[in-house]
Each structure stands twice: as structure tokens, then as C-alpha cells.
């Protein structure tokens, strides 16, 4: 098993930063990624972006590119999300997500650990 907490959320203004934690604990020499999803109010949960557990590989939705930055600390296993140049379109409930297999990024149903999530508003 696979235990994942985020942390970092909150209320921040257009073209602020903010920066994500996700945190890995239990089996973590298992996850193959860890990838970062996000759901608004009324909208299906998308990809964010991804990093290969063990390669430090990343990859990014369209959306974010450029404005979004994923890196992983081995020390104390965690994932972060650097969010800059935010967009009141980025407001989400962000979760982090992890998958033992090696798959489609993108799709959420390849991965089967997920965080709580953590709320993410950005006001115009």
C-alpha cells in the first residue's frame, strides 16, 4: 500500500504562486509515477502533469505548461507542484496520485492511490 498526503492549498490572487506537496509513505519503492490531477466545481477530473518515480521524468497538460513545475525530493519522498502565473481557471480541488504500473499518464484510471486533495482558489 501506498499512503499519499497533499498539502499547500489555499486562496491566493490572479499571478500568484503557490506550491503543492504530496507526500508518499508504505510502499513507495513500488510507484512507477505520481501524477497531479485536478477537479473544478461541475467539471470531470483532469491531468495536470506527471514525474516518473524513479526517472525524475515529467510531462504536462497543454493548459499548464509553462506555468507549472513538478519535482520530487528523495529524501523525504515527496512530490511538489510549483504553480506560477496562476489563473482563477486553475481553481481546483488538486489531488496527487500515484500508480505501481507503467501506463497512460493521463489517465486517472491508472492510478490507484490517491490523495484527500487540497483546495486551490484563485481569485481574479
Known amino acids: 500500500q501506498v499512503q499519499l498526503v497533499e498539502s499547500g492549498g489555499g486562496l491566493v490572487q490572479a499571478g500568484d504562486s503557490l506550491r503543492l506537496s504530496c507526500a508518499a509513505s508504505g510502499r513507495t519503492f513500488t510507484i512507477y509515477t505520481v501524477g497531479w490531477f485536478r477537479q473544478a466545481p461541475g467539471k470531470e477530473r483532469e491531468f495536470v502533469g506527471a514525474i516518473l518515480w524513479n526517472y525524475g521524468r515529467t510531462s504536462y497538460a497543454d493548459s499548464v505548461k509553462g506555468r507549472f513545475t513538478i519535482s520530487k525530493v528523495n529524501a523525504n519522498n515527496t512530490v511538489y507542484l510549483q504553480m506560477n502565473s496562476l489563473k482563477p481557471e486553475d481553481t481546483a480541488v488538486y489531488y496527487c496520485?500515484?500508480?505501481?504500473?507503467?501506463?497512460?499518464?493521463?489517465?486517472?484510471?491508472?492510478?490507484?492511490?490517491w490523495g484527500q486533495g487540497t483546495q486551490v482558489t484563485v481569485s481574479s
Open positions: 496520485a500515484a500508480t505501481t504500473a507503467v501506463g497512460t499518464v493521463v489517465r486517472r484510471e491508472n492510478y490507484n492511490y
